[in-house]
């Protein structure tokens, strides 16, 4: 499975191995998220409040012609995917 790294703005970069998660603390104010497993990216915006938190799920999903690749090859190209559960 292909690394997944999620980073909050210019912050330390984080590799999420998978079913590990990590707390990022921040001010409130506006926010970027990055997901990247260095092929592909998804990013989301997020404003907070004062003492506002938001937990998001980072994946790698495989899908359409990729999910049939992998099927037979056992390897293929994962799509970053970033979303809000709260």
């Given amino acids: 499975m292909r690394d ?5 703005d210019d912050q330390q970069e984080h590799n999420l ?3 590990r998660s990590v707390e990022i603390e921040v001010k409130a104010g506006i926010h970027e998220i990055t997901a990247t ?6 990013k ?3 404003t907070l409040k004062e003492d506002e938190s938001a937990t998001y799920m980072a994946t790698n999903q495989a899908g359409g012609c990729f999910a049939a690749l992998m099927l037979v090859s056992g ?3 994962y799509k970053a995917k970033l ?3 709260d």
Wanted: overall charge positive; charged content about 20%.
């Fill in 4 to 8: 997944l790294l999620v980073r909050v």
């Fill in 75 to 77: 390897s293929g190209a």
């Fill in 37 to 42: 497993n260095r092929l592909f990216s998804a």
């Fill in 44 to 46: 989301e915006t997020v």
């Fill in 17 to 19: 191995q998978f079913g």
């Fill in 83 to 85: 979303e809000r559960l």
